[in-house]
C-alpha cells in the first residue's frame, strides 16, 4: 500500500486555508471588541465627575469626592476616602 502524498499535501493546504480564515475571523472580531470597550473607557474618563459614583477594576464601588490630574479621591465607606488612579475606574454607576 502506498502512501499518496498528493492527498496528503492537498489536505494540509485545505486545512492551512480553513485555520487561516477562522483566525482571520477571530482577529476582526477581537479587533471590534476591544475598540468599543476603549471607547466606552473614554466616555468614563471624561465623564468622571465630583458625587458620581463608581466601580473599580478591582470590583470596589465608591462616590467621587475629589479628582485630579491622574488620580481621584474616592470615599468606599462612611469617611474613607482613597487615592486611586483614574484609569483604575471600570464603569460609572447610575446614581
Known sequence: ????WEVIG?????VAILVGIFGTIVALISARNVRKRRTQLGEV?????????VLFAGGIYGKVVGIE??????EVAKSTVIQISRYAIQALMDS
Do not use: Q
Open 1 to 4: 500500500m502506498a502512501i499518496n
Open 10 to 14: 492537498w489536505t494540509c493546504i485545505t
Open 45 to 53: 474618563h471624561t465623564e468622571l465627575k465630583i458625587g458620581s459614583r
Open 69 to 74: 490630574d491622574e488620580t481621584v479621591n474616592v
